[in-house]
């Protein structure tokens, strides 16, 4: 990034202090201006916090990201929307009976029939769930092992009504040690899927304010290495309950699926601190990666994907009027650049 973008971003910091920073960056040699370009920056920054002014006001270069226009057309609000009842009649097996306890684990429902190879059988189990008069009601079930997954994860129950016909029973509460072991005890190599989006939720704009910034055309392959190549990272349980934790923000949200346990959508996503999270499962897991992890993530999104700032329509179209476009839009190479020292 050139050094005149530095000093705009750094808004309201003192005019002097800031000649004083340019002048003695442009008068380093020139074979050893890269080399200490960080220390430059570094430098710049600490008089920019005594300016109040933060570490992504500095990173987020002005027009770094065309915009995109999505329609608010179809959106329902919330409040209207309308809860239909299924009659207990109508639902299939595992929608009416949701619950199961085996060996003193208990699973839920993920309502996926499975058409795959059978594990070894586990033994049998009441099923429970409650009709639409609030009654308790039981049936037997069968559970065989999910193939190539951990029993402790998700099971394959077997109706007694229904033989034949396999559902897939996740244990929500399933919390490994590590990184590595929740990939293995899934399997997720081969059961997990990236969809073509990444988010950037916090991206804060040259003006101060937030956005939602898009990409797409990344590697899956790469993003496995990436996201999950730190295998003995620990898992921290106390993640979404601890208060300690509550001011970590997500830099980098992943939208991924998970078929065989019906999870379509979901989340994994990379943070300010280091983290990992998921809700794989559907209960939040969190492991620490560390924040050099999380800028080789990002540096990779950054520097080969495609971004877009996201924008409804129902948004007054003046307050974006040349992100992304005109002379200061940014490369991709700059743009990289513009973050290059997150996590530092």
Same mark, same amino acid.
């Given at each position: 990034?050139?050094?005149?973008?530095?000093?705009?971003?750094?808004? %309201?910091? =003192?005019?002097?202090?800031?000649?004083?920073?340019?002048?003695?960056?442009?008068?380093?040699?020139?074979?050893?201006?890269?080399?200490?370009?960080?220390?430059?920056?570094?430098?710049?920054?600490?008089?920019?916090?005594?300016?109040?002014?933060?570490?992504?006001?500095?990173?987020?270069?002005?027009?770094?990201?065309?915009?995109?226009?999505?329609? $608010?057309?179809?959106?329902?609000?919330?409040?209207?929307?309308?809860?239909?009842?299924?009659?207990?009649?109508?639902?299939?097996?595992?929608?009416?009976?949701?619950?199961?306890?085996?060996?003193?684990?208990?699973?839920?429902?993920?309502?996926?029939?499975? =058409?795959?190879?059978?594990?070894?059988?586990?033994?049998?189990?009441?099923?429970?769930?409650?009709?639409?008069?609030?009654?308790?009601?039981? $049936?037997?079930?069968?559970?065989?092992?999910?193939?190539? +997954?951990?029993?402790?994860?998700?099971?394959?129950?077997?109706?007694?009504?229904?033989?034949?016909?396999?559902?897939?029973?996740?244990?929500?509460?399933?919390?490994?040690? $590590?990184?590595? %072991?929740?990939?293995?005890?899934?399997?997720?190599?081969?059961?997990?899927?990236?969809?073509?989006?990444?988010?950037? %939720?916090?991206?804060?704009?040259?003006?101060?304010?937030?956005?939602?910034?898009?990409?797409?055309?990344?590697?899956?392959?790469? *993003?496995?290495?990436?996201?999950?190549?730190?295998?003995?990272?620990?898992?921290?349980?106390?993640? =979404?309950?601890?208060?300690?934790? +509550?001011?970590?923000?997500?830099? *980098? &949200?992943?939208?991924?699926?998970?078929?065989?346990?019906?999870?379509?959508?979901?989340?994994?996503?990379?943070?300010?601190?280091?983290?990992?999270?998921?809700?794989?499962?559907?209960?939040?897991?969190?492991?620490?990666?560390?924040? =050099?992890?999380?800028?080789?993530?990002?540096?990779?999104?950054?520097?080969?994907?495609?971004?877009?700032?996201?924008?409804?329509?129902? &948004?007054?179209?003046?307050?974006?009027?040349?992100?992304?476009?005109?002379? &200061?839009? $940014?490369?991709?190479?700059?743009?990289?650049?513009?973050?290059?020292?997150?996590?530092?």
């Amino acid at each position: 990034m050139k050094e005149e973008r530095i000093f705009l971003a750094l808004g %309201e910091a =003192d005019e002097e202090l800031l000649l004083q920073c340019e002048a003695a960056i442009k008068t380093w040699p020139l074979q050893k201006k890269r080399r200490w370009a960080l220390a430059g920056i570094t430098a710049c920054l600490l008089l920019a916090i005594g300016a109040g002014v933060t570490l992504q006001q500095l990173f987020s270069s002005k027009g770094e990201y065309p915009v995109k226009y999505l329609s $608010t057309e179809g959106n329902v609000n919330s409040s209207e929307e309308i809860t239909v009842v299924i009659p207990w009649e109508e639902l299939t097996l595992p929608e009416q009976y949701t619950e199961l306890e085996l060996n003193g684990l208990q699973y839920s429902t993920a309502q996926t029939a499975y =058409d795959g190879a059978l594990g070894d059988l586990l033994g049998t189990a009441k099923i429970v769930g409650m009709d639409d008069k609030g009654t308790l009601q039981t $049936t037997e079930g069968t559970v065989y092992r999910l193939q190539d +997954m951990t029993p402790e994860a998700a099971v394959l129950v077997e109706f007694e009504k229904e033989p034949g016909i396999f559902y897939v029973y996740g244990n929500s509460l399933y919390y490994p040690d $590590t990184l590595g %072991e929740f990939l293995v005890g899934l399997n997720l190599k081969e059961n997990l899927n990236f969809n073509d989006t990444i988010y950037w %939720e916090n991206y804060t704009r040259p003006d101060g304010k937030e956005a939602t910034v898009e990409f797409s055309g990344a590697d899956s392959e790469m *993003l496995w290495e990436l996201l999950f190549s730190e295998t003995e990272a620990v898992i921290e349980k106390q993640y =979404d309950y601890d208060p300690a934790f +509550m001011e970590d923000r997500r830099v *980098l &949200d992943f939208s991924v699926n998970v078929p065989v346990l019906g999870s379509y959508n979901i989340s994994i996503a990379i943070t300010e601190n280091g983290y990992l999270t998921t809700n794989i499962l559907s209960t939040g897991k969190a492991f620490y990666i560390g924040k =050099d992890r999380v800028q080789t993530v990002l540096d990779y999104v950054t520097e080969n994907c495609q971004g877009y700032e996201l924008v409804y329509e129902s &948004d007054t179209p003046q307050e974006y009027p040349s992100a992304g476009q005109g002379d &200061d839009s $940014t490369s991709g190479e700059d743009a990289s650049m513009a973050v290059s020292s997150y996590g530092k």
